[in-house]
């Protein structure tokens, strides 16, 4: 599709000025005071439209009009901040008094394969588009999006794809599970991919077989810019590699998101697809993406997101996030339950950037060692870069599971069978040293990682650990598994 005919698209439905907004425009100087502007106008909207926030915070923006812009952050911090749950009990309070009151399914947007009436109701704007975050083991919150909070997070994604160097009407691929998030509803548009530019690929497993489709379909379609998770991206290049598949068409721009991104994933992938810019980005469901890769880290999108960081229970540094500019369903100082580092730079050119670092995803992502120590996805990420090291990066994969807090299971992928008892003896006597000498670890090496796609793929499998990517609301498989993996949990606990 020509790049005219994508922006004709954008402004009949009315939202080619939201586009520049979030997608083209940003903010690399004196950041700050615009920040600050967005967040007081955000809290004002909603302090007077919106029922669960209203009058919440007219002492904060009288208090904090005339203060300067350190003290304004500083009090902004001192606000409550909001939990999923919180929000899921809310429910659709936490949108205008109109919204609040409407039944969704009467307004519920349906695309079913009819391209025109689908974009003339997007013209029109009068729909509310359920989506549904992921969920640890509770019921994931259900979010009512109206058409600006659709396509304000909509376009989050499409700006991470602009800064890596796509622009819409170049081809795409999204080689995406099955089952998660709304894409099996997205690929209902998918038989006029020539109308969009945009090409699905879905699974629901990683073989042989299914990465000779995607091998496939990669070199007839020849997209400039290839979207995907890191784990099923680090199995495709492994899968190539050791059937030797006829890959011709190298994506120009592979962007992986949605998981923890190690080292060695990162190496393996490169390696293969030798003639791809990988690069990593960070969001939510809920809130779209708010980072993209850079040198040192993830730069958080300035005009998105105003992001700080809290200390946990365990100390732990955790993110909450306020969407800017999201008024019809907003997030205010939301509580991610997310651990990483959040630091102020600026760089040689006087560019300042908010940057996220050491993100270690879930703040229950982490091992318990017999003596009560957390050990996070960094630490073995460390570990498989040290042995690596002295490996010659044979490593390309790893995942660890909790058997009780003093046995683990490690399993690895690696690209030498020369190289397996070295990465044992090694992998024991460093574990040893740094988490605990009394565990039992227990070292298998694998194929494949055994994983059901739809949950959402973390290198530490913690007893019943289970978050569906996109939420389980309606799906009877999905509550079905939760509860099979709530009841094992609880056999061996």
């Not at 600050?36 to 926030?53: E, H, I, Q, S, T």
């Not at 304004?72 to 939990?83: D, G, H, K």
């Not at 038989?191 to 530019?197: K, M």
Request: with cysteine.
């Amino acid at each position: 599709m020509s790049k005219l005919l994508y922006q004709w698209i954008l402004r009949f439905a009315g939202v080619y000025p939201l586009y520049q907004q979030v997608v083209v425009s940003d903010r690399l100087t004196n950041i700050r005071p615009q920040i600050r502007r967005d967040l007081a106008a955000l809290l004002a909207k909603v302090n007077r439209d919106n029922p669960y926030f209203r009058g919440k915070f007219t002492a904060f923006l009288q208090e904090n009009a005339d203060v300067d812009d350190e003290q304004f952050f500083a009090n902004y911090r001192r606000l409550p901040a909001l939990t999923k749950q919180d929000y899921a009990e809310a429910g659709q309070q936490v949108m205008t008094e109109e919204l609040s009151r409407v039944d969704p399914r009467e307004r519920e947007l349906t695309v079913e394969g009819r391209p025109w009436e689908s974009i003339r109701r997007l013209r029109r704007g009068d729909f509310l588009m359920p989506m549904a975050t992921g969920g640890s083991s509770a019921l994931p919150l259900v979010v009512q999006m109206t058409k600006h909070h659709m396509f304000s997070m909509l376009f989050t994604f499409f700006k991470c794809w602009y800064r890596m160097g796509w622009r819409p009407g170049e081809r795409m691929m999204i080689f995406y599970p099955k089952n998660t998030y709304n894409i099996d509803d997205m690929v209902k548009f998918n038989r006029y991919n020539w109308l969009t530019g945009f090409r699905y690929h879905l699974f629901d497993k990683i073989d042989e077989q299914v990465v000779r489709g995607l091998v496939d379909e990669l070199n007839r379609f020849k997209p400039k810019l290839l979207l995907v998770f890191p784990s099923p991206m680090n199995m495709v290049a492994h899968t190539i590699r050791r059937f030797n598949l006829p890959l011709q068409h190298h994506p120009e721009l592979i962007n992986v998101s949605g998981e923890t991104f190690f080292n060695c994933q990162r190496r393996n992938i490169a390696d293969v697809f030798h003639r791809s810019k990988v690069e990593d980005s960070y969001g939510s469901v809920e809130l779209g993406e708010i980072a993209h890769e850079i040198e040192g880290g993830l730069e958080i999108f300035a005009n998105v997101a105003y992001v700080e960081t809290e200390a946990n229970a365990d100390g732990q540094p955790e993110m909450v996030v306020t969407r800017l500019h999201l008024t019809d369903f907003p997030f205010i100082r939301y509580k991610m339950k997310d651990i990483a580092e959040i630091a102020f730079e600026v760089d040689r050119e006087g560019r300042e950037r908010f940057v996220i670092k050491k993100i270690e995803g879930k703040d229950s992502n982490y091992i318990l060692s017999d003596r009560g120590q957390h050990f996070y996805p960094s630490f073995f990420n460390r570990l498989v870069d040290d042995i690596n090291q002295r490996a010659e990066n044979a490593i390309l994969e790893i995942k660890v599971y909790e058997r009780n807090q003093t046995e683990l299971e490690i399993q690895y992928i690696v690209a030498d069978e020369q190289q397996k008892q070295f990465i044992q003896a090694e992998t024991k006597r460093l574990l040893s040293e740094r988490m605990s000498p009394n565990m039992q670890y227990h070292i298998r090496f694998v194929d494949f990682i055994n994983h059901d796609y739809r949950r959402k793929y973390r290198v530490i499998e913690r007893i019943g650990d289970i978050e569906f990517a996109g939420g389980i609301v309606g799906d009877r498989h999905k509550v079905k598994t939760v509860s099979e993996v709530e009841a094992g949990a609880g056999a061996k606990v």
